[in-house]
């Protein structure tokens, strides 16, 4: 299929997605951690949903830039 409704995306070991989850709406970047849809009892910390469906294309690369800027790393230049 060519769309979707979400990215999922897993960080690198040690990623708290609910800390980033947090750091990301402070830059006015919504994200979902994604333990809440591990049906288990050790959810994984470092995996997260974007929702894009909402989002107009010319802000997507604007708001991963964001998000890399609020999980502490500098994102690449364009």
């Keep these: 299929s060519a769309g979707g409704t979400s990215l999922w995306l897993e960080g690198p070991r040690g990623t708290d997605s609910r800390g980033l989850t947090e750091a990301a709406a402070s830059r006015s970047v919504i994200i979902e951690p994604g333990d809440r849809f591990f049906d288990r009892s050790e959810k994984p910390s470092r995996f997260m949903r974007l929702g894009i469906s909402s989002i107009s294309l010319q802000h997507i690369e604007p708001g991963i830039r964001e998000?890399?800027?609020?999980?502490?790393?500098?994102p690449a230049a364009a």
């Design 67 to 74: 998000l890399a800027t609020a999980a502490g790393r500098r």
